[in-house]
């Protein structure tokens, strides 16, 4: 298949400071690592280019360019520039009714590496969130799990200091987070999660191997105990290219006429 200019949103900003051939760039790699262009298609020529995007041949050589050493497109001569990429035969997925033996089973065939581990004046924003006093002590933990040694998600946690006393940076490594909350005595019962999408900054950019700028799914959750407090607040930068969000939905009464879509199941993991 060869994309064609008329099918896709052909606008670039020219009054953002993103240069034109990274926004050009930026606008074909969404495209693939979304699914819409797929192994084997080609992208219009720089020609091509030109004309639907207001760019010079050179500025869209470049984008062409930073897709080929990316190693998504593969660029030859007379052939023009054909996608390479391949989505993975599966996603990391998971089921949120069952988020404990998820993230068990999510721990065996993936790896964490602690980034960073400390106890810090709680964030105002957090402390909203945790219900915690200007100033109080929490534990903040930065992590990255992999899976076949490629980086798919950047943590950011905060916990009450009195639960995150109870184990150390190396108890993070080697068990789910939610598990050495419950081993505190604490239950789990509960979360309450939003979801968006959000571009990378240097600092995720760097720890998830991806330009800056590149689209990511962020996922921010307060998890609560048995008795409706908060006992971690946490944020998730997921690479969309090897992660999904899973939701099951049912019909309910909305109470008139109409009936409505309810969310049973949403699939997510730390």
Same mark, same amino acid.
């Given at each position: 298949?060869?994309?064609s200019?008329?099918t896709? *949103? @052909?606008?670039?900003?020219?009054?953002?400071p993103?240069?034109l051939?990274?926004?050009?760039?930026?606008?074909?790699?969404?495209?693939?690592? #979304?699914?819409?262009?797929?192994?084997?298609?080609?992208?219009? #020529? +720089?020609s091509?280019?030109?004309?639907?995007?207001g760019?010079?041949? $050179?500025?869209a050589?470049?984008?062409? *360019?930073?897709?080929? &050493?990316?190693?998504?497109?593969?660029?030859?001569?007379? &052939?023009? @520039?054909?996608?390479s990429?391949?989505m993975?035969?599966?996603?990391?997925?998971?089921d949120?009714s069952?988020?404990?033996?998820n993230?068990?089973?999510?721990?065996?065939?993936?790896?964490?590496?602690?980034?960073?581990?400390?106890?810090?004046?709680?964030?105002?924003?957090v402390?909203?969130?945790?219900?915690?006093e200007?100033?109080?002590?929490?534990?903040?933990?930065?992590?990255r799990?992999?899976?076949? *040694?490629?980086?798919?998600?950047?943590?950011?946690t905060?916990?009450?200091?009195d639960?995150?006393?109870?184990?150390?940076?190396?108890?993070?490594?080697?068990?789910?987070?939610?598990?050495? $909350?419950?081993?505190?005595?604490?239950?789990?019962?509960d979360?309450?999660?939003?979801? @968006?999408?959000?571009?990378?900054?240097a600092? @995720?950019?760097?720890?998830?191997?991806?330009?800056?700028?590149?689209?990511?799914l962020?996922?921010?959750?307060?998890?609560?105990?048995? *008795?409706?407090?908060p006992?971690?607040?946490?944020?998730?930068?997921y690479?969309?290219?090897?992660?999904?969000?899973?939701m099951r939905?049912?019909r309910?009464?909305?109470?008139?006429?109409?009936?409505l879509? +309810?969310?049973? +199941?949403?699939?997510?993991?730390?």
């Open positions: 298949m060869t994309l200019a008329g896709t *949103d @052909t606008t670039l900003d020219t009054s953002n993103t240069p051939y990274h926004q050009l760039y930026l606008l074909f790699r969404q495209r693939i690592l #979304s699914g819409s262009l797929v192994q084997g298609d080609k992208l219009p #020529s +720089e091509v280019q030109e004309s639907t995007y760019v010079s041949r $050179i500025t050589k470049r984008a062409m *360019d930073e897709l080929a &050493r990316e190693g998504l497109v593969t660029r030859e001569r007379g &052939r023009g @520039t054909t996608v990429y391949s993975p035969p599966s996603n990391v997925s998971a949120f069952g988020l404990m033996e993230l068990i089973a999510i721990g065996a065939t993936t790896s964490v590496e602690v980034l960073s581990f400390e106890y810090l004046p709680v964030p105002a924003n402390g909203d969130v945790l219900g915690l200007p100033g109080t002590i929490v534990q903040k933990a930065e992590r799990r992999s899976k076949d *040694d490629r980086p798919f998600s950047h943590i950011v905060y916990i009450p200091e639960i995150g006393r109870t184990f150390d940076r190396q108890d993070l490594t080697d068990q789910p987070i939610l598990k050495l $909350i419950e081993r505190s005595g604490r239950s789990v019962a979360a309450e999660q939003s979801v @968006t999408a959000v571009a990378a900054d600092l @995720t950019s760097v720890i998830l191997d991806l330009p800056q700028g590149a689209p990511l962020k996922v921010n959750r307060v998890v609560r105990d048995s *008795d409706g407090l006992v971690q607040y946490i944020e998730v930068f690479r969309p290219d090897l992660y999904q969000l899973n939905l049912a309910v009464d909305g109470g008139s006429a109409e009936r879509w +309810e969310t049973r +199941e949403i699939g997510t993991v730390e």
